[in-house]
């Protein structure tokens, strides 16, 4: 089992940046990619990006790619995302979530085994 805790979330005002963090306990957390997934209300989840166990792999979704940097810290278990140059689209709440590391890296929800409770992110305009 994989406990997954979000942080970071807040207001800020369209060309400003945050950066989430997401906590992982349970078992070892460099066995895992984690990836960060958004939803809006009424929405499905979206993938935003993701991050190979090693760090050595990542990819984003296009609307991101540019502004947002995924990461992570295997030391303190710690994967982050940081997000700049904020629109009023990156709006909704973020999710971590995890799984066990494969071959490559996975951008449907279906796939990732573990998630966080979300963070809420408000992009005013």
């Known amino acids: 089992q994989v406990q997954l805790v979000e942080s970071g979330g807040g207001l800020v005002q369209a060309g400003g940046s945050l950066r989430l963090s997401c906590a992982a306990s349970?078992?070892?957390?460099?066995?895992?990619?984690m990836a960060w997934f958004r939803q809006a209300p009424g929405k499905e989840r979206v993938f935003v990006a993701a991050?190979?166990?090693?760090?050595?792999?990542?990819f984003y979704v296009d609307f991101v790619k540019g502004r947002f940097t995924i990461s992570r810290d295997n030391a303190k278990n710690t994967v982050y995302l940081q997000m700049n140059s904020l629109k009023p689209e990156d709006t909704p709440v973020y999710y971590c979530?995890?799984?066990?590391?494969?071959?490559?890296?996975?951008?449907?929800?279906?796939?990732?085994?573990?998630w966080g409770q979300g963070t809420q992110v408000t992009v005013s305009s």
């Open positions: 349970g078992r070892t957390f460099s066995s895992y990619d």
């Open positions: 991050i190979s166990r090693s760090g050595g792999r990542v």
């Open positions: 979530a995890s799984r066990l590391t494969g071959s490559s890296l996975y951008v449907a929800a279906r796939d990732y085994e573990y």
